[in-house]
């Protein structure tokens, strides 16, 4: 069965550390990928996204992710994160033969001020 | 322009109850799937609507659950005899499908809570 996976289920850094959120996929073939965020009591918004070409992909808030096939995975990353930063974070693929997103557990990211 | 709607925000049922969950998606999005957030499950895809096509029905969990979309629009989502369970937050998101983008806009979500 297709499946993503998180691996960090909380991650609580400091204002200006580097972030990177883990994100493995389990699909053969062509692969969608995503990275929603989900603020404090707001809706998931795209944070990012991978169709195809460069494998490094740019998103809003500074944001990016690398899609490494021979890893099956698609990382996120951020140089230097703000407290606003916090939030939960949720990777997603979708097969290009299917409708429906997969998504991963989530990642609850807490960044101290 | 508006974004994904839903409705109504907090739902708080009894046990055994059905309940109707609303979701109007961006103007002209062809595409609207229904998910449900819950803790320990994450996040599920429950079913999906393309246009005249027939739905994917594939991620309802029971036949106590159903959807259906009106004039290519707006979508219900029933659940019959709910269980506690049943306690999430349902999430609809709409998509245009011009081009391969096939990206997804997710609405506030209902917050179902079943006593």
């Known amino acids: 069965a297709q499946s993503v996976s998180q691996h960090n289920h909380h991650v609580i850094l400091s204002e200006a550390a580097s972030l990177e959120l883990g994100c493995n996929y389990s699909?053969?073939?062509?692969?969608?990928l995503f990275w929603y965020v989900q603020y404090p009591g707001q809706h998931l918004q795209l944070l990012l996204k991978?169709?195809?070409?460069?494998?490094l992909v740019k998103g809003i808030k500074g944001f990016e992710a690398e899609f490494i096939k021979s890893k099956f995975s698609f990382n996120l990353r951020k140089p230097s994160v703000q407290w606003s930063d916090t939030a939960e974070y949720f990777c997603a693929a979708r097969n290009n033969a299917g409708n429906m997103l997969t998504f991963g557990g989530g990642t609850r990211l807490m960044v101290k001020p | 322009g508006a974004g994904v709607s839903q409705s109504p925000s907090n739902k708080v049922t009894e046990k055994g109850k059905d309940v109707e969950l609303r979701c109007d998606p961006i103007?002209?999005?062809?595409?609207l799937y229904w998910y449900r957030q819950s803790l320990g499950q994450g996040l599920e895809f429950l079913i999906y609507?393309?246009?005249?096509?027939?739905?994917?029905k594939s991620g309802l969990p029971s036949d106590r659950f159903s959807a259906e979309r009106t004039g290519g629009s707006v979508s219900t989502l029933t659940i019959q005899r709910t269980q506690q369970e049943d306690s999430a937050v349902y999430l609809c998101?709409?998509?245009?499908?011009?081009?391969?983008?096939?990206?997804?806009?997710f609405g506030p979500g209902t917050r179902l809570t079943v006593t």
């Open positions: 991978y169709f195809s070409g460069d494998p």
């Open positions: 699909y053969g073939g062509t692969v969608n």
């Open positions: 998101a709409s998509s245009s499908r011009s081009g391969r983008t096939y990206e997804q806009y």
């Open positions: 103007s002209g999005h062809t595409a």
């Open positions: 609507f393309q246009g005249n096509s027939a739905p994917d």
